[in-house]
């Protein structure tokens, strides 16, 4: 289709359409006293001092005629679980509020439930932006009061955010895993029972580490991880991912902490006491229940950015704990022990975890515990040697 000037109108439109939008509500009060409303996608943050939005609204508008009679407007972002609400305020619909339990902002300006968040303005400008105005507004308050996904615009429907996990379920990597993973089933439970701690097995995929086959002690304290929880493996967690790792493995890893040089340099030596050791130690945190929280929401389906960001900052926070250096005449609340499979492959893919164990514990007591998981580990990868020894010869 042609415009008067000869340009591809569909064209426009298909292009634009592939460039993704958030979606928002335009709220006001009108001169007649009513709510008004209208969805755009044309919204766009436009200057921090001063503080500055923009919206373009259609001039063809009939909402934006009622809009333009407020000085005030408030903007509402939508979440991805609204998409009813914005079919409703992207109709002709008489009255869109009907039933829509708003509450007005400083200025009166709607605040609609339910949405990620929403920004009062004062209307500063608007501006010629050829068959559309570029209304211009200058915040005046805002909040987040929802932090969940928004809701996006893109090639003419509708969909959400979602991170590059390399985690999906059908991940053969992890399949595979937790296939080996059974190999140790019952002689981790045996160990769970025996030192009164839980035991899980970790699975390397990609650059994050899955909890599989946990067995608990058996009781129900907040604090412990489930099935199927992830983790980055970003320094200091993850050293027995990397023990055996070439260099160039050990160099990406310490990049992902995106640390200074002497927190690198302190990372190398935890990875240099793995090495030698052949275990992996960390104390009890002030606050493992948020760990376990944060940790919930990074495995979760919504999984955002900002969960992305928290637990790279717990893991940063929680540095000096890992790898402590045990005294003989100290006990220690330990949090985790962790030991490599050694299957005989290039690359450490599977490691098992003692947590929740017994807090102030001797030396003498952890070597105790270490020998035994190091002996489940020893057993387990003997077992899945020959499996892929007796799978290769089947091959043959
Ligand atoms: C995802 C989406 C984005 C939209 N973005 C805009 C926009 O940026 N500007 C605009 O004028 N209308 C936009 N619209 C259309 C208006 O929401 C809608 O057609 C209008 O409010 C109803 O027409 P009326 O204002 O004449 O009553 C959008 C609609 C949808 C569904």
Redesign the pocket.
Known sequence: METTHGFDSALFRETLGHFP?G?VVITAIDGDGEPVG?????FTSVSLEPPLVA????R?????ARLRTSRHFCVNILAADQQDL?AR????TEDKFAGVGWRPSGQGAPILPGTVGWIECEVAEELDGGD?MIVVGRVLDLEVQRPTLPLL?FQGGYGRFALPSPVASSDPELIEGAQMAEIVRGPLEDLARDLGADCSVMIRVGDEAVFVTATSRGDSEPGSLAVGHRIPLIPPVGTVFCAQAPDSEVERWLDRAKASDEDRASFRDNLAAVRRNGYSLSLVPDDPTDRVALMSDYSGVDVMPIHERRIRQMIAESASLYEPVLDPDQTYDLHSVIVPLATGEAQTRLAIRLSRLPRGAGVVRIEGWIVALKAVAEAGAARLRVRAETAAADRR
């Open positions: 939008t979606v209208m969805v755009v996608g044309s919206y373009l609204p259609t063809a508008s009939g909402s934006y914005c305020f992207a109709s002709r559309h615009f």
